[in-house]
Nanobody
């Protein structure tokens, strides 16, 4: 089990940037596949991005590719999401999540059901 806490959300104008952080408790952070998901009002929770245990491999949803960057620092038990060129449609609650699955599971790494541990979420609001 790992406890996750997100931070860094807020209100930003379109075109602006934010960096989210996800702090994990415990000494086994490096053994987890880590992902970011988001949920907008009235919509299903959707995959944003995922990073392998080592941090060497990443995968992004098409809607954020080229604008968002996921990274992790296993020494600090922390994952990050750098969000640039933000759009109003990026407005959502952003959640970090941890999975014991493998990055090499293919499409499964994008499924929220593969993640057993979730943070409480942080609100990101992008104004037009």
């Amino acid at each position: 089990q790992v406890h996750l806490v997100e931070s860094g959300g807020g209100l930003v104008q379109a075109g602006g940037s934010l960096r989210l952080s996800c702090a994990a408790s415990g000494r086994t952070f490096s053994t987890y596949l880590m992902g970011w998901f988001r949920q907008a009002p009235g919509k299903e929770r959707e995959f944003v991005t995922v990073i392998s245990r080592s941090g060497m491999n990443t995968d992004y949803a098409d809607s954020v590719k080229g604008r968002f960057t996921i990274s992790r620092d296993n020494a600090k038990n922390t994952m990050y999401l750098q969000m640039n060129s933000l759009k109003p449609e990026d407005t959502a609650v952003y959640y970090c999540a941890a999975s014991t699955g493998s990055f090499w599971s293919g499409y499964d790494r994008r499924l929220s059901g593969q993640y057993a541990n979730w943070g409480q979420g942080t609100q990101v609001t992008v104004s037009s």
